[in-house]
């Protein structure tokens, strides 16, 4: 749950101020992610854990009026809902704490234990802000299976040769390709750098987003393409990212070409960076493809 505080500056140590607003807004790149592809018409099923209190409820609920499965979601007895403090200034710049609570307590074990929700898949997507060695399991059983796997490397972390292996579609933007591959990143030929060099640590296709410039696929056998944005005029950049990899998995799932459905990601990021919110920017699919044709 995000909770967004709006102010004219932030605070001091020990200073007390007057903010001009407070929102709590359902986030988190999972849940964002989930809800993106389901309102395009995935069949999507969720795996997580929410605390046992009111943002715990309340996102469960977010989560059934999207048609998700909620059945792997647990409570969790012990530990809250994770949340995200985030002051936002006069000058549009954010401060954010994330308190990952809940979203931490689900480990491999668990994660074992839901081998047969992963086997039964067409597509599992993960991002970091859960448990590592979770998201390590995960791969490894989506792998033994054959399950493709999109892996959104957000929040940047170290990650295991292993892990990397079992990645079937990598999806970092410019900042996490940056961290992962150890080089700077900031345009498209930096980004074939960066992506080049995770292919050499095995994962199969790299998909590095580029904002406004849409994204670049390197693909398994070499072969670069950069796939062009949309122009639009962007409100709330919230959510970009989430929205292009829960578009990615609902284009990939049916069995359309990598080029085509990063095409149709860009569209969905570009309607969502359009919109304030995360959640609620998130496109419907009549909305993308009447955004296609114009
Ligand atoms: P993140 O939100 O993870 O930082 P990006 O900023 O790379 O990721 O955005 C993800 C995708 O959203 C981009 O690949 C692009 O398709 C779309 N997008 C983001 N910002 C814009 C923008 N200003 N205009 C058009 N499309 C955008």
Not at 195 to 211: C, E, P, Q, S
Request: proline content about 4%; hydrophobic content about 45%; glycine content about 10%.
């Amino acid at each position: 749950m995000d909770m967004v505080v709006r102010t004219s500056r932030a605070p001091e140590a020990g200073e007390t101020l007057f903010g001009q607003g407070f929102a709590l807004s359902p986030g988190g790149k999972g849940a964002n992610q989930a809800v993106a592809a389901a309102r395009l018409g995935a069949e999507v099923a969720m795996i997580g854990s929410v605390g046992r209190d009111a943002f715990g409820s309340e996102l469960l609920e977010i989560m059934r009026q999207e048609h998700i499965d909620v059945r792997h979601i647990a409570q969790s007895n012990s530990q809250a809902t994770g949340v995200a403090s985030i002051v936002v200034d006069g000058e549009g710049e954010n401060r954010i704490i994330v308190v990952p609570g809940a979203n931490i307590e689900l480990g491999p074990a668990d994660i074992q234990a839901l081998e047969h929700v992963i086997s039964g898949a067409e597509m599992i997507v993960m991002q970091l802000e859960t448990d590592l060695p979770m998201c390590e399991q995960a791969a490894s059983i989506a792998q033994r299976h054959g399950i493709p796997v999109i892996l959104n490397p957000a929040p940047a972390r170290e990650l295991s040769q292993e892990m990397l292996r079992h990645v079937t579609y990598l999806t970092p933007n410019e900042t996490e390709a940056g961290i992962l591959s150890g080089i700077e990143v900031n345009n498209t030929e930096t980004a074939d750098q960066a992506a080049r060099i995770l292919l050499g640590k095995g994962v199969r296709n790299v998909i590095v987003t580029l904002g406004s410039k849409g994204a670049l696929i390197v693909n398994e056998s070499g072969n670069a393409q950069h796939i062009a944005g949309f122009p639009v005029q962007a409100v709330d950049t919230v959510a970009a990212g989430d929205s292009f990899n829960g578009a990615l998995a609902y284009q990939l799932t049916r069995g359309v070409a990598l080029e085509e459905a990063v095409r149709f990601a860009n569209a969905v990021g570009a309607l969502a960076v359009g919109k304030e919110g995360a959640i609620p920017s998130l496109p419907k699919l009549p909305e993308v493809e009447q955004f296609l044709k114009e």
